[in-house]
């Protein structure tokens, strides 16, 4: 079974600054994906990045960045430039790259207010 | 194209009543999974969806929940005798192909409260 933690329930960041959301998860597996999802107050998930844990380099999307460290099982997400419409509770994410498993196990999340 | 569709957005029940939540996935996306959102909480899995064959409920709660999936594109999410603590948020999401290997994407949910 995998655990996802995110240890950080709230942050607050100004606009235009950078915020760092952490997220570690235990697994046995080698191969699997990591993903994070933010979840706006409308309740639609919506995927920010996806990480293939065979691939190295760290993945980015715009204003989002992660850091992917596989010894330390660490997973952090990187926002640059936070702006308003950021405030949005993220998730962070994991499935094993297995042919019959394929659920997503959840962290709690984090809930991010951007401040004007 | 439109994303994954659920209905109805809000359902109040009373305890005991019987309750069905509909999702309808992106067109063509092979597989379909339920999830249970708890108040401030992560997505639970519940069921999983290949076509309309259900491969996998492990993570339905009892059985007085239930899922089809009859011709392989929308989705039924039943609840019968609905309890207190069903109240949550349901969500559907699909993928293109098979799994997790793909991403999901997510309905905006579903949520239930009983009273």
């Known amino acids: 079974a995998q655990t996802v933690t995110q240890s950080q329930p709230e942050m607050s960041v100004q606009e235009a600054e950078t915020v760092t959301l952490s997220c570690t998860y235990d697994?046995?597996?080698?191969?699997?994906?990591l993903f994070w999802y933010k979840q706006p107050p409308s309740r639609q998930m919506i995927l920010v990045i996806r990480?293939?844990?065979?691939?190295?380099q760290n993945a980015t999307e715009n204003r989002f960045s992660v850091n992917f460290q596989k010894a330390a099982k660490s997973f952090s997400l990187k926002i640059s430039d936070s702006q308003l419409g950021d405030t949005a509770m993220y998730f962070c994410?994991?499935?094993?790259?297995?042919?019959?498993?394929?659920?997503?196990?959840f962290g709690a999340g984090t809930t991010v207010t951007v401040r004007a | 194209g439109a994303g994954v569709s659920q209905s109805p957005r809000y359902k109040v029940a009373k305890r005991g009543q019987d309750v069905a939540l509909r999702c309808d996935p992106i067109?063509?996306?092979?597989?379909l999974f339920w999830y249970q959102q708890a108040l401030g909480q992560g997505p639970e899995f519940l069921t999983y969806?290949?076509?309309?064959?259900?491969?996998?409920k492990s993570g339905l709660p009892s059985d007085r929940f239930f899922a089809e999936r009859p011709e392989g594109s929308v989705s039924t999410l039943k609840i019968q005798r609905t309890q207190q603590e069903d109240s949550a948020v349901y969500l559907c999401?699909?993928?293109?192909?098979?799994?997790?290997?793909?991403?999901?994407?997510f309905g905006p949910g579903t949520r239930l409260t009983v009273l």
């Open positions: 999401a699909s993928s293109l192909d098979l799994g997790g290997t793909d991403t999901q994407y």
């Open positions: 697994t046995s597996e080698n191969n699997y994906y």
């Open positions: 990480q293939e844990a065979y691939k190295q």
């Open positions: 994410a994991f499935v094993p790259r297995r042919s019959n498993d394929y659920k997503l196990s």
């Open positions: 067109s063509g996306h092979v597989s």
């Open positions: 969806f290949q076509n309309e064959a259900q491969l996998d």
